[in-house]
C-alpha cells in the first residue's frame, strides 16, 4: 500500500487489501483503533470516526484499485477526487470496528473513473457512494 498510495501517517485510511480484480472490483479493510488521532477530538466521550474520513478510505481503496489497473501511474501520477454522489451513511464506525470497503469500476474513460463504493461493519452496511476520481 505504501508503494503504491502516496498517502503517509496519519492519513493512510486502508490497512490491507484483500481482493483486487484489475479493471473492475477491489476489497480493502481498515482496522479502527482507539489510537486514531481523529478520536480525541470527534467525540472524547463518545468515539465515532468521522464520516469524511470513511469516504477517504474509500477513496484510497478505489485508488489502489486505480493504480493497479494502470500501473505506469504508480510514482508518475495522483489520483484526485472529482466527486461524490448519492452518499450515504448507515452505521457509527467505532474503535474496534473493522471496515471492509468493496469498490467496483462503474464506468471509465480516459483518465476518468466513476466506483461505485460501500463500507461494511460487520457484514452491515455502514457507508455508500458513488466516486468520481482521476488521474493528474
Known amino acids: 500500500i505504501l508503494k503504491i498510495l502516496p498517502h503517509r501517517y496519519p492519513f493512510v485510511l486502508v490497512d490491507r487489501i484483500l481482493e483486487i480484480e484489475l ?3 477491489i476489497k480493502g479493510l481498515k482496522n479502527v483503533t482507539i489510537n486514531e488521532p481523529f478520536f480525541q477530538g470527534h ?7 468521522p464520516g469524511v474520513l470513511i469516504m477517504e478510505g474509500m477513496a ?11 500501473k ?9 477526487f472529482a466527486g461524490m454522489d448519492g452518499v450515504r451513511f ?13 469498490l467496483k469500476i462503474l464506468k ?13 461493519v460487520e457484514d452491515a452496511l455502514a457507508a455508500e457512494a458513488v466516486l468520481m476520481a482521476t488521474f493528474s
Open 90 to 102: 448507515r452505521k457509527k464506525v467505532v474503535p474496534g470496528d473493522q471496515i471492509i470497503y468493496e
Open 60 to 70: 484510497q481503496v478505489g485508488a489502489m484499485l486505480a493504480y493497479l489497473t494502470e
Open 72 to 80: 505506469d501511474k504508480i510514482g508518475n501520477s495522483l489520483v484526485y
Open 108 to 120: 471509465r474513460k480516459s483518465k476518468l473513473f466513476k466506483i461505485e463504493g460501500k463500507a461494511f
Open 23 to 25: 479493471g473492475s472490483s
Open 43 to 49: 467525540f472524547p466521550e463518545e468515539p465515532v470516526m
